[in-house]
């Protein structure tokens, strides 16, 4: 008898599997991936060419989705033809950022073996710190039925790099950027000859006149030796008595500078932004080093 009831168990398990379609998770990134007729044995993330498990990531942080080694699509002259969509979508569900087919430009397919798709995402607007999201990136074979979906849930954090201190202003995200790399620099590693801006957006809390605002900007820097490396006491003199738009203010208020000669490591940076029509202001300050 249990002989029988072994035979009918497993004729059960047999019976209710399609292997057709592949469901796995990853316990420690929480990377989910699920297949019909397509499968990837090797899906993972990395920042900086490098393999990581995380699901933490600074603002201005890039990182990428791998699917190596993805096996199942049609062939046609050898070659075959993958679509793939990325998809972020917010904790309430809602769409914030959406690509078309990052592989539309491949239309004679292509031939690798083994085959890696890859989908890379900047952590930037309309991405913002201190939130929660899910990337879904959809995979697809354009001469077949074959579909690969995989979701990751991941969060963004404000760079504890960079100390902020306020009084009657509020802010959306500051960071400081790389021209030169045309990035975010969350590592406060800077090149000699790079234009280097600190940024705030969604500045807030400062007194509005007829549509205007009136504020003021300095930027200074000292080496690890106190030695003064630049001082600018207002940036915004140009302003008095034009003032700023609020809608163009409130975008983004920046300073920037280029450092061509040598400093001792690290440099103590610190940009203000005060108001002149009320007592507001906001202190932002870094250290960053010359490679």
Same mark, same amino acid.
């Given at each position: 008898?249990?002989?029988?009831?072994?035979?009918?168990?497993?004729?059960?398990?047999?019976?209710?599997?399609?292997?057709?379609?592949?469901?796995?998770?990853?316990?420690?990134?929480?990377?989910?991936?699920?297949?019909?007729?397509?499968?990837?044995?090797?899906?993972?993330?990395?920042?900086?060419?490098?393999?990581?498990?995380?699901?933490?990531?600074?603002? !201005?942080?890039?990182?990428?989705?791998?699917?190596?080694?993805?096996?199942?699509?049609?062939?046609?002259? !050898?070659?075959?033809?993958?679509?793939?969509?990325?998809?972020?979508?917010?904790?309430?569900?809602?769409?914030?950022?959406?690509?078309?087919?990052?592989?539309?430009?491949?239309?004679?397919?292509?031939?690798?073996?083994?085959?890696?798709? #890859?989908?890379?995402?900047?952590?930037?607007?309309?991405?913002?710190?201190?939130?929660?999201? #899910?990337?879904?990136? +959809?995979?697809?074979?354009?001469?077949?039925?074959?579909? =690969?979906?995989? +979701?990751?849930?991941?969060?963004?954090?404000?760079?504890?790099?960079?100390?902020?201190?306020?009084?009657?202003?509020?802010?959306?995200?500051?960071?400081? =950027?790389?021209?030169?790399?045309?990035?975010?620099? #969350?590592?406060?590693?800077?090149?000699?000859?790079?234009?280097?801006?600190?940024?705030?957006?969604?500045?807030?809390?400062? +007194?509005?006149?007829?549509?205007?605002?009136?504020?003021?900007?300095?930027?200074?820097?000292?080496?690890?030796?106190?030695?003064?490396?630049?001082?600018?006491?207002?940036?915004?003199?140009?302003?008095?008595?034009? !003032?700023?738009?609020?809608?163009?203010?409130?975008?983004?208020?920046?300073?920037?500078?280029?450092?061509?000669?040598?400093?001792?490591?690290?440099?103590?940076?610190?940009?203000?932004?005060?108001?002149?029509?009320?007592?507001?202001?906001?202190?932002?300050? #870094?250290?960053?080093?010359?490679?």
């Amino acid at each position: 008898m249990k002989t029988i009831l072994s035979v009918i168990l497993i004729s059960l398990v047999l019976t209710g599997c399609n292997f057709s379609r592949s469901v796995k998770k990853d316990l420690i990134s929480g990377l989910t991936t699920t297949g019909k007729d397509l499968s990837c044995d090797d899906i993972y993330i990395t920042v900086n060419g490098e393999r990581t498990t995380r699901n933490s990531f600074i603002y !201005g942080e890039v990182f990428y989705l791998n699917l190596n080694d993805v096996k199942g699509f049609t062939k046609e002259n !050898g070659n075959v033809f993958p679509g793939m969509e990325m998809n972020i979508a917010n904790q309430k569900g809602d769409t914030v950022f959406q690509t078309v087919d990052l592989y539309s430009g491949y239309t004679e397919g292509m031939n690798y073996s083994p085959l890696l798709l #890859t989908a890379d995402l900047t952590i930037a607007a309309p991405i913002k710190s201190k939130d929660n999201y #899910t990337q879904i990136v +959809k995979v697809w074979d354009k001469k077949g039925k074959g579909r =690969f979906i995989s +979701k990751y849930d991941f969060k963004v954090l404000e760079n504890d790099k960079i100390m902020v201190e306020s009084s009657g202003v509020s802010h959306d995200e500051i960071y400081i =950027f790389s021209q030169g790399k045309n990035t975010v620099i #969350t590592d406060g590693k800077i090149e000699p000859d790079d234009n280097i801006y600190i940024i705030a957006e969604g500045l807030k809390g400062f +007194k509005e006149e007829n549509g205007l605002v009136y504020p003021g900007l300095s930027l200074q820097a000292t080496d690890s030796g106190n030695n003064q490396v630049f001082n600018y006491d207002d940036l915004f003199t140009d302003y008095n008595s034009t !003032g700023v738009g609020v809608s163009d203010f409130a975008t983004r208020v920046s300073s920037h500078f280029k450092i061509t000669g040598s400093v001792g490591n690290p440099m103590h940076c610190r940009m203000r932004v005060w108001d002149k029509r009320s007592d507001a202001w906001i202190t932002i300050t #870094t250290d960053l080093s010359l490679n």
